[in-house]
């Protein structure tokens, strides 16, 4: 029986569909008197053949061959009856609370309806709707739904949050994390779903932390922009060099990094031919992020030392494009690029101008400076002039 796309193998039939529960209600005062494996710890969900036989020798009744299935359940359920009973204890669970409608007279057995059992867990949303770290609560991964043939996958329906305009960007399943991915997405997908996509040089380390089930391409990948194509990540480089603004739609800078430059000593080129060329106004107007794979501490000044771009004193030219009178203008630079700054320079050289108590008493606070207010937001900060004793 198909519920809601997910298929499992019903231990009960409709009235008039194989075994009829209500022909024989009278004769079973409970549930476990067949089916002792909802109670017992061991024992088969299934009536054992040899009972029916009780009756159906022939002479009673007519005769009946019944064997109960061998196969595993057709399920990627997490469920078991037995620890859902305990669990639920104070709920006061029953067999017709999940089995029989409202109304319905007892042993009028039918399958579960999925929307009972979100509304017991408080999921208030439709099945494929619930949110994503919810389905973890009743399905196992995909690779551990042994049962399964592609078949039954290729049926597995996707959530709406799938169909959304942005859902292949980075705000959508680019934004993944590890515990995500563990609960949500390995419900239904595995590495060679992905792979239908990532099949490139460099595939996103997120990809590794799904199992590997070649069952998941059942389910067709949902096609890549019609500018990717086959194996995109092999020439993709042609591309983002031509213009990256096309890239910047859908991806951010950490997607490059994570296979452009995973650690500063290596992995391929970052930048384009003849970015040292140009890389000052790069970084000045922000256009790229040093910091992500540099320590600007000391690559960069340790570079324009071997260049000879340094200075050689306090206020003299040298390292800021020799251009004499920096200093009247780094205000506006510092505010717009405090990082730069910090390349070569550590706080005591602001303060050989800007102390209040110090150097040329150049005063760091400016207009309309509210001194209370940042002492409450950063006491340490105010500590760098002023000591323990701020004012």
């Known amino acids: 029986m198909i519920i809601t796309g997910f298929l499992v ?6 009235p008039g569909q194989g075994f009829d529960h209500p022909k024989h209600k009278a004769l079973f005062p409970s549930c476990t008197s067949c089916h002792a494996g909802v109670a017992t710890k061991g024992e088969s969900l299934w009536p054992d053949p040899v009972s029916c036989t009780t009756c159906h020798d022939g002479t009673i009744e007519k005769t009946v061959v019944w064997r109960p299935p061998t196969s595993p359940r057709r399920s990627n359920l997490r469920f078991d009856h037995l620890g859902h009973a305990a669990k639920a204890k104070d709920k006061s669970p029953s067999c017709a609370v999940c089995h029989t409608l409202a109304g319905e007279p007892r ?7 999925v929307q009972r059992c979100l509304d017991c867990h408080g999921i208030r949303t439709a099945h494929v709707a619930a949110p994503d770290t919810a389905c973890a609560t009743c399905h196992v991964p995909l690779a551990r739904a042994a049962s399964f043939s592609r078949q039954d996958i290729a049926k597995i329906p996707a959530p709406p949050s799938h169909a959304a305009p942005d859902f292949l960007s980075r705000s959508g399943h680019g934004a993944v994390s590890r515990q995500t991915v563990g609960t949500a997405c390995a419900t239904c997908h595995a590495q ?3 792979y239908q996509c990532h099949a490139g040089s460099a595939p996103p380390r997120a990809i590794t932390w799904l199992a590997s089930d070649p069952r998941s391409t059942a389910i067709v990948a949902r096609a890549a922009p019609a500018a990717h194509g086959d194996n995109f ?3 993709h480089a042609t591309v983002a060099a031509a213009s990256t603004t096309s890239c910047t739609s859908c991806h951010v800078r950490a997607d490059c990094l994570e296979c452009h430059r995973p650690s500063a ?8 031919d003849g970015f040292l060329a140009r890389h000052p106004a790069s970084a000045y107007a922000r256009e790229a992020s040093c910091s992500d794979c540099h320590n600007v501490g000391v690559f960069c000044s340790s570079c324009h030392a071997r260049a000879g771009l340094v200075a050689s004193g306090v206020l003299r030219s040298g390292y800021h494009d020799a251009r004499p009178f920096f200093v009247a203008g780094h205000g506006q630079a510092a505010r717009q690029g405090l990082e730069s700054c910090v390349s070569c320079h550590v706080e005591r050289d602001c ?5 209040a108590v110090g150097g040329r008493r150049f005063n760091p606070h400016g207009p309309g400076f509210d001194g209370a207010r940042m002492r409450r937001k950063s006491f340490a900060m105010c500590t760098v002039c002023h000591g323990a004793a701020v004012p």
């Open 351 to 355: 303060l050989t101008c800007h102390s």
């Open 192 to 194: 060679e779903f992905c």
């Open 107 to 113: 042993m009028a057995v039918r399958a579960p309806v």
């Open 233 to 235: 990540a092999d020439r």
């Open 9 to 14: 193998l019903t231990l009960f039939q409709q």
């Open 265 to 272: 000593a290596r992995g391929a080129g970052y930048h384009a």
